[in-house]
């Protein structure tokens, strides 16, 4: 079955930019059935979705972020990536790489999430 | 942009109650909601889409209703397995917005 795993570091500094990766396995980014996304969730607090990329590049970003993130996906290597720039304390979070079927606009798989933390 | 009001923020139930969740759109959303299930650590799972569909495999004491802008998710008998967080999530004009959640406590 389909499976998702973000990879990136751990620990960013303020200022700089963070970058994530997502690796779908079991099937492929290239499907037009889905819409690949990130989404965080601040500790102990709700989810925010960020934005998501479409099998054609095409991007769609949440307005409060859009300034400072960039998405992209390689084919060739069946992920998607996630940069976000001049990150601060408040980027601190727990981010999720999904998948959004088209015809339910819902995430029906997740990956297992990935803590990345904004320090000095 | 879309808001989404969920409440309550809190609720506690024994095993057995039915309980209730609401979500709230400031505009109509149709039927483009969904919720879902997270227990601490873990990401959430899918539950309802498309407002009352049950994804595959979840248990059918689950059960959403609404459309336009207020929507419920209900749990006709609460199990143990169901203590968790609950999250509503919207869909509109390719952007998504979710709820605060409800955490679901043992009473």
């Known amino acids: 079955q389909v499976q998702l795993q973000e990879s990136g570091p751990g620990l960013v500094k303020p200022s700089q930019t963070l970058s994530l990766t997502c690796t779908v396995s079991g099937g492929s980014i290239s499907s037009g059935d889905y819409y690949w996304t990130w989404i965080r969730q601040h500790p102990g607090e709700g989810l925010e979705w960020i934005g998501f990329?479409?099998?054609?590049?095409?991007?769609f970003y949440n307005s409060s972020l859009q300034s400072r993130i960039t998405m992209s996906l390689d084919t060739s290597k069946n992920h998607f990536s996630l940069t976000l720039t001049s990150v601060t304390a408040a980027d601190t979070a727990v981010y999720f790489c999904a998948r959004a079927f088209r015809t339910g606009y819902a995430f029906d798989i997740w990956g297992q999430g990935t803590m990345v933390t904004v320090s000095s | 942009d879309i808001q989404m009001t969920q409440s309550p923020p809190t609720l506690s139930a024994s095993v057995g109650d039915r309980v209730t969740i609401t979500c709230r759109a400031s505009r109509s959303i149709s039927r483009w909601l969904a919720w879902y299930q997270q227990k601490p650590g873990k990401a959430p799972k899918v539950l309802i889409y498309k407002a009352s569909i049950l994804e595959s495999g979840v248990p059918s004491r689950f059960s959403g209703s609404g459309s336009g802008t207020e929507f419920t998710l209900t749990i006709s008998s609460v199990q143990p397995d169901d203590f968790a967080t609950y999250h509503c999530q919207c869909y509109d004009s390719k952007s998504y917005t979710f709820g605060q959640g409800t955490k679901l406590e043992i009473k």
């Open positions: 990329i479409y099998y054609s590049g095409s991007t």
